[in-house]
């Protein structure tokens, strides 16, 4: 089994930043890739940004040169950090963790979610 922990969220004003980490533990004998998904209100949930295991990283087009996306292997934690955020940004923000199966298929794992909500 897997779990993941995450923290970091919480309100800030529109132009401030925020740092999110997830630590994963468990069952990780490999990681195909980590990411962050939010969900707001009335949406689907959506990929923020993602991580593979050699650094490849992917972002949503709406935070594209404002949030920044890392991981420590060796700890096993992503991170997000969010900068110049704005009310848009308000959402539940998931941890995601990607796990190899065999042949080609994976698991995929959730944290509980972290609100982060940005007033204007």
């Known amino acids: 089994q897997v779990q993941l922990v995450e923290s970091g969220g919480g309100l800030v004003q529109a132009g401030g930043s925020l740092r999110l980490s997830c630590a994963a533990s468990?069952?990780?004998?490999?990681?195909?890739?980590m990411g962050w998904y939010r969900q707001a209100p009335k949406n689907q949930r959506e990929l923020v940004a993602a991580?593979?295991?050699?650094?490849?990283?992917n972002y949503a087009d709406s935070v594209k040169g404002r949030f920044t996306i890392s991981s420590d292997n060796a700890k096993n934690t992503v991170y997000l950090q969010m900068n110049s955020l704005k009310p848009e940004d308000t959402a539940v923000y998931y941890c995601?963790?990607?796990?190899?199966?065999?042949?080609?298929?994976?698991?995929?794992?959730w944290g509980q979610g972290t609100q982060v909500t940005v007033s204007s």
């Open positions: 468990g069952s990780l004998f490999s990681i195909n890739a």
């Open positions: 991580i593979t295991s050699d650094g490849s990283t």
């Open positions: 995601n963790i990607q796990l190899p199966l065999a042949g080609r298929a994976t698991a995929n794992y």
